[in-house]
């Protein structure tokens, strides 16, 4: 009995050591699966801008030509496709608002307005858009009157599709046809707070879609003299209405190691609600080396 005893532990004993050799064995393995591999360092090539000469134009068609860069911005690649204005603090190319006023002038010589071409690029290396649309005569006997547009930074297909319906909706009595879906994958040259990356490993995918809106009653019980009018009475409300206030200012302030929202607050004699509004931010949670605007 004293025999079978022993054999017993030295069995058990036995099968300890290989469990405890097969968890290290696992665990070694465990180890080297999840030990990072190296990013690939990408290469940034050439940027080479589209000449505008080189569209053929029709007569009486406009070409609406310019660019806007988001370094020194907060969030530099939502400023990046803020391709008309960001509603955190109305930085933005007013893309569609330039567009706009070029199809209003094309309504103003007589003609049915329509954007005919777009064209987008996006220079990673300088954070600059540079675009280019042709506005002329409508040649499918639709007046578009409005262009808009939705977009994402990194949020994919998805964050762009979920904001089209409700901008459908500011244009209830319009009829959206699209234009153009913009889709690049931007080489991150910089971080989101705009400071110069030494490599370039990852990519931010910008989207941006473009719908042009006709309004179904000109040529009907609306006529083109009548939009055009409006179009006038318009521009006169602008350009008569009182100047603005003057844009707030701001001075920036970089976080510090063991900084809290409150404290930076009470040292820059704002608060943490004016900062959190400045800057976009959801929550008291600030980070090492971010920039903050501080409201003056």
């Known amino acids: ?45 050439e940027f080479r801008k589209y000449n505008p000469d080189t569209i053929q134009l029709s007569e009486n068609d406009l070409i609406i030509t310019d660019s806007y860069t988001a370094l020194g911005q907060p969030y530099v690649y939502d400023a990046l ?27 103003s010589k007589g003609f049915p307005s329509d954007l005919k071409k777009l064209y987008i690029q996006i220079d990673p290396t300088t ?9 002329g005569p ?46 690049d994958n931007v080489l991150q040259c910089y971080n989101w707070d705009g400071v110069k990356l030494d490599t370039v490993t990852h990519a931010i995918n910008i989207q941006q879609h473009f719908y042009k809106y006709y309004d179904p009653q000109i040529g009907s019980s609306v006529t083109l003299a009548e939009v055009a009018q409006k179009d006038a009475e318009m521009l006169f409300v602008l350009v008569s209405a009182p100047t603005k206030a003057p844009v707030k200012s701001y001075k920036r302030y970089t976080v510090k ?11 820059q004699h704002s608060s943490p609600a004016k900062i959190k509004k400045a800057n976009g931010l959801r929550s008291d949670l600030i980070r090492v080396g971010q920039t903050l605007k501080i409201p003056r």
Request: glycine share 8%; with cysteine.
């Open 1 to 45: 009995m004293r025999y079978l005893k022993i054999i017993f532990l030295g069995i058990l004993l036995s099968s300890q050591t290989l469990y405890a050799q097969l968890d290290s064995e696992l665990e070694a393995e465990s180890v080297d699966s999840i030990v990072a591999t190296p990013k690939k360092i990408l290469h940034v090539p």
């Open 81 to 107: 496709h803020s391709f008309n204005r960001r509603r955190m603090d109305g930085f933005g190319g007013f893309l569609n608002d330039k567009i706009n006023a070029g199809l209003a002038e094309i309504r």
């Open 127 to 135: 954070l600059t858009v540079h675009w280019t649309a042709v506005v």
């Open 138 to 183: 409508s040649l499918d006997g639709r007046c578009y009157m409005h262009v808009d547009s939705r977009g994402s930074a990194g949020g994919g297909l998805p964050a762009v599709q979920k904001q089209c319906p409700r901008m459908h909706r500011l244009h209830s009595e319009l009829i959206p046809v699209k234009q153009l879906e913009f889709n």
């Open 257 to 267: 190691q063991g900084d809290t929202l409150s404290q930076i607050a009470q040292k």
